[in-house]
Protein backbone atom coordinates (compact mmCIF):
# COMPACT_ATOMS: atom_id res chain seq x y z
CA UNK A 1 0.00 0.00 0.00
CA UNK A 2 0.65 3.52 0.05
CA UNK A 3 1.92 5.23 2.77
CA UNK A 4 2.98 9.40 2.97
CA UNK A 5 4.20 10.02 6.92
CA UNK A 6 4.92 13.29 8.55
CA UNK A 7 5.12 14.64 11.93
CA UNK A 8 1.85 15.38 14.38
CA UNK A 9 2.19 18.24 15.41
CA UNK A 10 5.02 21.19 15.21
CA UNK A 11 5.02 24.43 17.42
CA UNK A 12 7.21 27.68 16.30
CA UNK A 13 6.93 31.14 16.90
CA UNK A 14 5.96 33.88 14.79
CA UNK A 15 9.02 35.14 12.34
CA UNK A 16 10.56 32.07 12.46
CA UNK A 17 11.16 28.96 9.93
CA UNK A 18 9.79 25.93 10.14
CA UNK A 19 10.28 22.97 7.66
CA UNK A 20 7.26 19.90 7.87
CA UNK A 21 8.98 16.45 6.09
CA UNK A 22 7.08 14.08 4.24
CA UNK A 23 8.42 10.24 3.63
CA UNK A 24 7.00 8.10 1.32
CA UNK A 25 6.26 4.31 0.07
CA UNK A 26 4.16 4.53 -3.10
CA UNK A 27 4.68 3.77 -6.24
CA UNK A 28 5.17 5.97 -9.17
CA UNK A 29 4.03 9.48 -9.36
CA UNK A 30 3.89 12.54 -11.17
CA UNK A 31 4.74 14.49 -8.28
CA UNK A 32 4.80 16.33 -4.62
CA UNK A 33 1.75 18.18 -3.81
CA UNK A 34 1.33 20.54 -0.53
CA UNK A 35 -1.86 21.65 0.58
CA UNK A 36 -3.29 23.93 3.60
CA UNK A 37 -6.07 23.35 5.84
CA UNK A 38 -7.53 25.72 8.25
CA UNK A 39 -9.76 24.56 11.09
CA UNK A 40 -13.12 24.01 9.48
CA UNK A 41 -11.87 24.62 5.97
CA UNK A 42 -11.07 23.00 2.62
CA UNK A 43 -7.31 21.74 1.56
CA UNK A 44 -5.76 24.29 -0.10
CA UNK A 45 -3.06 23.96 -2.89
CA UNK A 46 0.56 25.54 -1.43
CA UNK A 47 3.01 24.01 -3.85
CA UNK A 48 4.59 21.31 -6.12
CA UNK A 49 7.63 19.66 -7.36
CA UNK A 50 7.53 17.36 -10.07
CA UNK A 51 11.35 17.11 -10.25
CA UNK A 52 13.81 16.94 -7.45
CA UNK A 53 14.75 20.02 -6.04
CA UNK A 54 13.76 23.11 -4.87
CA UNK A 55 10.62 25.05 -5.86
CA UNK A 56 9.60 28.51 -4.19
CA UNK A 57 6.58 30.23 -4.07
CA UNK A 58 6.73 33.66 -1.85
CA UNK A 59 6.99 32.56 1.99
CA UNK A 60 6.69 29.01 0.68
CA UNK A 61 9.47 26.58 -0.31
CA UNK A 62 9.12 22.74 -1.41
CA UNK A 63 11.80 20.28 -1.66
CA UNK A 64 12.01 17.08 -3.32
CA UNK A 65 14.46 14.03 -3.32
CA UNK A 66 12.97 10.79 -5.30
CA UNK A 67 15.93 9.04 -4.42
CA UNK A 68 15.56 9.62 -0.81
CA UNK A 69 11.59 9.15 -0.68
CA UNK A 70 11.47 12.37 0.95
CA UNK A 71 9.94 15.90 0.68
CA UNK A 72 9.58 19.02 2.69
CA UNK A 73 7.67 21.90 2.71
CA UNK A 74 9.65 25.15 4.33
CA UNK A 75 7.59 28.18 5.53
CA UNK A 76 9.87 31.66 6.27
CA UNK A 77 8.79 34.62 8.47
CA UNK A 78 6.16 32.67 9.83
CA UNK A 79 2.78 34.70 10.57
CA UNK A 80 -0.19 33.61 12.89
CA UNK A 81 -2.42 33.11 10.21
CA UNK A 82 -0.31 30.21 9.24
CA UNK A 83 -1.14 27.98 11.81
CA UNK A 84 -3.22 25.52 10.19
CA UNK A 85 -2.65 21.59 9.13
CA UNK A 86 -0.40 21.03 6.46
CA UNK A 87 -0.54 17.74 4.15
CA UNK A 88 1.73 16.22 1.39
CA UNK A 89 -0.11 14.80 -1.54
CA UNK A 90 0.41 12.47 -4.23
CA UNK A 91 -0.91 11.73 -7.54
CA UNK A 92 -0.26 8.24 -8.58
CA UNK A 93 0.54 7.20 -12.36
CA UNK A 94 -2.22 4.86 -13.29
CA UNK A 95 -4.29 5.75 -10.55
CA UNK A 96 -6.73 8.31 -10.83
CA UNK A 97 -6.46 9.93 -7.02
CA UNK A 98 -4.41 12.20 -4.96
CA UNK A 99 -3.23 10.51 -2.33
CA UNK A 100 -2.72 12.44 1.06
CA UNK A 101 -0.35 12.10 3.68
CA UNK A 102 -1.23 11.92 7.77
CA UNK A 103 -0.87 15.51 7.65
CA UNK A 104 0.81 18.11 10.23
CA UNK A 105 -0.88 20.73 12.62
CA UNK A 106 1.20 23.79 12.78
CA UNK A 107 1.12 25.85 15.40
CA UNK A 108 2.70 29.40 15.53
CA UNK A 109 3.00 31.11 18.76
CA UNK A 110 3.33 35.31 18.77
CA UNK B 1 -11.71 32.88 -10.00
CA UNK B 2 -13.35 29.30 -10.47
CA UNK B 3 -14.03 27.38 -7.62
CA UNK B 4 -15.24 23.86 -6.84
CA UNK B 5 -19.11 24.52 -5.03
CA UNK B 6 -20.57 22.10 -2.96
CA UNK B 7 -24.17 22.35 -1.49
CA UNK B 8 -25.46 21.87 1.30
CA UNK B 9 -23.01 23.18 3.50
CA UNK B 10 -24.36 21.55 6.77
CA UNK B 11 -26.35 18.09 6.84
CA UNK B 12 -28.33 16.32 9.85
CA UNK B 13 -29.84 12.98 8.86
CA UNK B 14 -31.11 10.41 11.29
CA UNK B 15 -29.28 6.59 11.22
CA UNK B 16 -30.59 4.69 8.09
CA UNK B 17 -31.64 7.92 5.91
CA UNK B 18 -30.32 8.61 2.72
CA UNK B 19 -28.29 11.51 1.87
CA UNK B 20 -27.74 13.15 -1.48
CA UNK B 21 -24.23 15.61 -1.28
CA UNK B 22 -23.91 17.61 -4.36
CA UNK B 23 -20.50 19.28 -6.26
CA UNK B 24 -20.44 21.50 -9.03
CA UNK B 25 -16.97 21.15 -10.28
CA UNK B 26 -14.80 23.41 -12.14
CA UNK B 27 -16.57 23.44 -15.61
CA UNK B 28 -13.28 22.64 -17.84
CA UNK B 29 -11.92 20.42 -15.76
CA UNK B 30 -12.22 16.43 -15.65
CA UNK B 31 -11.38 14.55 -12.97
CA UNK B 32 -13.81 14.13 -10.17
CA UNK B 33 -13.08 13.39 -6.96
CA UNK B 34 -14.63 12.64 -3.58
CA UNK B 35 -12.79 12.60 -0.07
CA UNK B 36 -13.89 12.24 2.89
CA UNK B 37 -12.34 13.88 6.45
CA UNK B 38 -13.12 12.89 9.96
CA UNK B 39 -12.64 15.32 12.47
CA UNK B 40 -8.89 15.33 13.24
CA UNK B 41 -7.66 13.08 10.73
CA UNK B 42 -6.35 13.05 7.38
CA UNK B 43 -8.36 13.43 4.05
CA UNK B 44 -9.02 9.89 2.71
CA UNK B 45 -9.93 9.06 -1.00
CA UNK B 46 -13.18 8.36 -1.78
CA UNK B 47 -14.05 7.86 -5.38
CA UNK B 48 -12.80 9.34 -8.49
CA UNK B 49 -14.54 9.79 -11.54
CA UNK B 50 -13.78 9.83 -15.44
CA UNK B 51 -14.79 10.60 -19.15
CA UNK B 52 -18.97 9.78 -16.56
CA UNK B 53 -17.68 6.73 -15.20
CA UNK B 54 -16.15 5.84 -11.75
CA UNK B 55 -11.91 5.42 -12.43
CA UNK B 56 -11.12 4.42 -8.71
CA UNK B 57 -12.73 3.54 -5.92
CA UNK B 58 -11.42 3.00 -2.37
CA UNK B 59 -12.13 -0.01 0.26
CA UNK B 60 -13.97 2.85 2.15
CA UNK B 61 -16.48 2.86 -0.74
CA UNK B 62 -18.90 -0.13 -0.76
CA UNK B 63 -22.53 -0.50 -1.64
CA UNK B 64 -23.64 1.91 0.77
CA UNK B 65 -22.27 4.08 -1.29
CA UNK B 66 -22.98 5.73 -5.20
CA UNK B 67 -21.84 8.90 -7.35
CA UNK B 68 -23.55 9.91 -10.52
CA UNK B 69 -23.35 12.99 -12.68
CA UNK B 70 -26.92 13.39 -13.60
CA UNK B 71 -25.99 16.26 -16.00
CA UNK B 72 -23.14 17.71 -17.68
CA UNK B 73 -21.88 20.48 -14.70
CA UNK B 74 -23.41 18.39 -11.23
CA UNK B 75 -21.67 15.64 -9.37
CA UNK B 76 -23.48 13.98 -6.25
CA UNK B 77 -22.52 11.41 -3.63
CA UNK B 78 -25.47 9.86 -2.71
CA UNK B 79 -25.16 7.45 0.91
CA UNK B 80 -27.47 5.37 1.50
CA UNK B 81 -28.26 4.25 5.24
CA UNK B 82 -26.80 6.20 7.01
CA UNK B 83 -24.50 5.33 9.76
CA UNK B 84 -23.27 6.97 12.54
CA UNK B 85 -19.65 6.51 11.80
CA UNK B 86 -20.29 8.63 8.46
CA UNK B 87 -20.37 11.56 9.73
CA UNK B 88 -17.09 13.31 8.41
CA UNK B 89 -16.85 16.76 6.15
CA UNK B 90 -17.17 15.21 2.23
CA UNK B 91 -14.99 17.24 0.19
CA UNK B 92 -15.81 17.43 -3.89
CA UNK B 93 -12.66 17.95 -5.31
CA UNK B 94 -12.00 18.57 -9.18
CA UNK B 95 -8.74 18.56 -11.36
CA UNK B 96 -7.53 19.06 -15.01
CA UNK B 97 -3.82 17.73 -14.56
CA UNK B 98 -1.87 16.01 -11.87
CA UNK B 99 -0.42 18.81 -10.08
CA UNK B 100 -3.05 19.38 -7.91
CA UNK B 101 -7.05 19.48 -6.79
CA UNK B 102 -9.07 21.69 -6.32
CA UNK B 103 -11.76 21.49 -3.58
CA UNK B 104 -15.47 22.40 -2.57
CA UNK B 105 -15.65 23.83 1.19
CA UNK B 106 -17.22 20.67 2.13
CA UNK B 107 -20.33 19.66 3.66
CA UNK B 108 -20.57 18.34 7.53
CA UNK B 109 -22.65 15.30 6.90
CA UNK B 110 -23.65 14.33 11.14
CA UNK B 111 -25.88 11.19 11.43
CA UNK B 112 -27.95 11.07 14.61
Known amino acids: GQSLEQPSEVTAVEGAIVQINCTYQ??????LSWYQQHDGGAPTFLSY????GLEETGRFSSFLSRSDSYGYLLLQELQMKDSASYFCAVRLYNFNKFYFGSGTKLNVKP | EPEVTQTPSHQVTQMGQEVILRCVPI?????FYWYRQILGQKVEFLVSFYNNEISEKSEIFDDQFSVERPDGSNFTLKIRSTKLEDSAMYFC??????????FGQGTRLTVV
Open chain 2, 27 to 31: SNHLY
Open chain 1, 49 to 52: NALD
Open chain 2, 93 to 102: ASSEEPREAF
Open chain 1, 26 to 31: TSGFYG
